[in-house]
């Protein structure tokens, strides 16, 4: 069994060059979990957004992301379905190529690329900023003092992921136990301070603008759980671990909010919240007044982890699309470690160059905001894509590349699902176009359009790329066939 184990591992997603390039099949659910809580970083994602939310909708942002929680609770159901059927690092591209044809994949895979890059910076910066605010919280530093730490942590990032899946895991594991301990604590002092701090719950009219625009941000906190899809070709079991961890991670981000949001929303006035750029400081000043620190370790530790676990997902997907020659092969390329490194090296490099851009050139630093700012509207598409996938799945099947018909599964109820948060997030897609101008800035619609459009180009450019690189070599890049290392009946 060991041997055909082996045997199996070596022919999984060879290179059309002949070249092995497999990544270590070694995460087991145990491992998966806590990387699918820890990238959502629940307090990392309070800090980052929690003063926009609060500007935008008040008490109403609990309702906003509520509706937005539905969709992605669905979601998380789809991603386990689709990972039993089709594990792989490309996760919903791939997933897409085999639903829906490759033309759709490849717009799929653009999507996918801006969505998790986008997301890369505004995790590194405010890591450097919560750094200095904990070390010299008197001090003013200065911009180019700013980009040297936040450089410091996109380096950091890149020790567990180009050190392999075990020392991920295990940091990941370290710095989660940091934010679950806090929160933990968060929750305890909360309750405990209700009586004294409390401030009364006045929702007033709802802000249907406000709330839209904060459905579609929540994209960015409620996200993060599908890690263990895209980690699929490295886990022991890729046909039953992926898309239980991711679950449990939407699951219990929806519980964080829940939990969060009312208590800092009760405790603190709106008016110090609405636009701030860490409402958690605000809030945790109130209930430990002198001890910043006590809420700065745990954010910083929820934003260092969601730095590299997003870097993950994007390095993964990156992998795989190498693999498939829809992007430069070299991207497919593996350490000693079995990690894709070129594709890890690149994307935090590119992180450090636009990092440091922003940082020290105030001129371009309303310009990074504008397109770093669409990271919530792509990740929606995202996962929009995602679902309406699931749902051509469930209702007409599948087609095995290529181009052979399977027959649908029947999954009444999950279909039903999918469909239903198909149409939530295409709903929330469209009003962002009516109402962001307002919310964000001008020019975020003219943005969108100009990447959407750009993603034209790049399916183009993928798919001669990849049918050229078939032409050359006279065969398809074989998908990984994981079924002889899991079978379902096993």
Do not use: C
């Amino acid at each position: 069994m060991s041997f055909l184990r082996s045997t199996s591992a070596k022919s999984v997603s060879s290179l059309q060059n002949g070249r092995n390039s497999t990544l270590a099949q070694l995460f087991k659910l145990n491992d998966l979990v806590p990387l699918s809580v820890s990238s959502v970083g629940p307090l990392f994602s309070v800090a980052a957004t929690g003063g926009v939310m609060a500007a935008d909708a008040g008490w109403w942002t609990l309702v906003a992301i509520s509706i937005l929680a539905l969709p992605f609770i669905l979601s998380s159901f789809v991603f386990r379905l689709m990972n039993r059927h089709f594990p792989h690092s490309g996760a919903s591209y791939h997933w897409s190529a085999r639903v829906i044809g490759k033309r759709a994949s490849h717009y799929q895979a653009w999507i996918l690329i801006l969505a998790y890059f986008a997301s890369i910076p505004p995790i590194a910066i405010p890591a450097g900023s919560y750094t200095l605010a904990l070390v010299a919280p008197h001090s003013h530093p200065d911009a180019l003092v700013q980009s040297i730490v936040t450089i410091f942590w996109i380096i950091f990032a890149g020790i567990p992921l180009l050190g392999g899946g075990r020392p991920t895991a295990t940091i990941t594991k370290i710095f989660l136990a940091v934010e679950v301990g806090s929160l933990a604590l968060f929750a305890i002092l909360g309750v405990a301070n209700l009586n004294k701090l409390y401030i009364p719950i006045h929702f007033g009219p709802p802000p249907i603008g406000g709330m839209l625009i904060v459905a579609v941000i929540a994209a960015t906190i409620l996200d993060g759980w599908e890690i263990d899809s895209y980690a699929a070709e490295e886990s022991v079991r890729p046909r039953r671990d992926p898309g239980k961890a991711g679950i449990v991670g939407a699951f219990l981000a929806v519980g964080f909010y829940a939990i969060l949001y009312p208590l800092m929303f009760s405790e603190t006035p709106l008016s110090l919240l609405a636009g701030s750029s860490d409402p958690l400081a605000i809030w945790g000043h109130r209930l430990l007044p002198g001890a910043p620190y006590v809420m700065l370790v745990p954010i910083l530790a929820s934003t260092a982890g969601g730095l590299w676990l997003t870097s993950f997902i994007l390095t993964r997907a990156l992998y795989a699309m190498g693999r498939e020659s829809l992007i430069p092969q070299v991207f497919s390329k593996v350490s000693k470690r079995r990690v894709p490194h070129v594709a890890i090296l690149v994307t935090l490099g590119l992180t450090i160059a636009i990092a440091s851009t922003q940082l020290l050139f105030s001129s371009l630093n309303s310009y990074f905001n504008l397109v770093l700012s669409t990271a919530g509207f792509f990740l929606l598409a995202e996962f929009f894509l995602d679902s309406l996938t699931a749902s051509v799945f469930l209702t007409v099947g599948h087609r095995r590349l290529p181009d052979v018909a399977i027959a649908p599964h029947d999954h009444r109820l999950l279909r039903m699902g999918a469909i239903l948060s198909s149409a939530l997030m295409g709903f929330l897609l469209i009003t962002f176009f009516l109402f962001a101008p307002k919310a964000i800035g001008a020019g975020i619609d003219q943005t969108i359009l100009i990447l959407l459009l750009l993603g034209v180009a790049f399916a183009y450019l993928a798919g001669k790329r990849a049918r050229e690189a078939v032409s050359f070599h006279g065969d398809e890049v074989k998908i990984p066939s994981i079924k002889s290392l899991d079978p379902l009946s096993s």
